[in-house]
């Protein structure tokens, strides 16, 4: 168990909606991180918050946002959502925001746009 | 572009041999390569880390070389086991700029450990 938590677990939805995926990083981590893996592919990094403030953004799209919250969760909004949105979701988390502080992933949210 | 590149998608062993997994990259500017192990429905899991100023990195059965001339890393698991059967990843990260620990994975490589 990495200590991180990701809600929900699954979530299958159509076209055209918009979901949040919840992340509770470890306790005591101030970073989070979201990546998203589609089918046969590595996890492309999405974003970077640092206790509530973005980082690094990385491909992500503009239907997409999220957010830090002073209790430190985050949050990933996706809107307008297409079939190719389908994906695995993680988030992770870390002491710091430095490079050379390994990242604890959780065990993912499943998305599947119909 | 895939600036990390894991060509081999899969590889078998028999128990007790040893197992090695490859990378490459063709990011100069990369300087910090890490691995992952992944289980069936769990997140990755952090397994070794290399940094440039270092050519080899070890940590019990696992170890990791980097040859920074052929952008080329590999991890070593010695011996194998059973247990090890799962979905390897490498990642590097570029310490400059603003890239704060931003990963770029590889695709992954699957690891079968045969009894």
């Known amino acids: 168990d990495s200590g991180v938590t990701q809600t929900p677990k699954h979530l299958i939805t159509a076209t055209g909606q918009r979901v949040t995926l919840r992340c509770s990083p470890r306790s005591g981590d101030l970073s989070v991180y979201w990546y998203q893996q589609s089918l046969d592919q590595g996890l492309q990094f999405l974003i970077h918050y640092y206790n509530g403030e973005e980082r690094a953004k990385g491909n992500i799209l503009e239907r997409f946002s999220a957010q830090q919250f002073p209790d430190l969760h985050s949050e990933l909004n996706l809107s307008s959502l297409e079939l190719g949105d389908s994906a695995l979701y993680f988030c992770?988390?870390?002491?710091?925001?430095?490079?050379?502080?390994?990242?604890?992933f959780g065990n993912g949210t499943r998305l599947t746009v119909t | 572009d895939q600036q990390v590149k894991q060509n081999s998608p899969s590889l078998s062993v028999q128990e007790g041999r040893i197992s090695i997994l490859n990378c490459d990259y063709t990011?100069?500017?990369?300087?910090?390569f890490l691995w992952y192990k992944k289980y069936p429905a769990e997140g990755p899991t952090f397994l070794i880390s290399?940094?440039?100023?270092?050519d080899k990195n070890e940590d019990g059965r696992f170890t990791v070389f980097l040859n920074k001339s052929a952008k080329h890393l590999s991890l070593h698991i010695v011996p194998s086991q059973p247990g090890d059967s799962a979905v390897y990843f490498c990642a590097a990260s570029d310490s400059g700029g603003t890239s704060y620990g931003k990963l770029t994975f590889g695709q992954g490589t699957i690891l079968t450990v045969h009894p």
């Open positions: 990011n100069s500017m990369f300087d910090y």
């Open positions: 290399i940094s440039s100023i270092k």
């Open positions: 992770a988390s870390s002491v710091r925001a430095g490079f050379n502080s390994p990242l604890h």
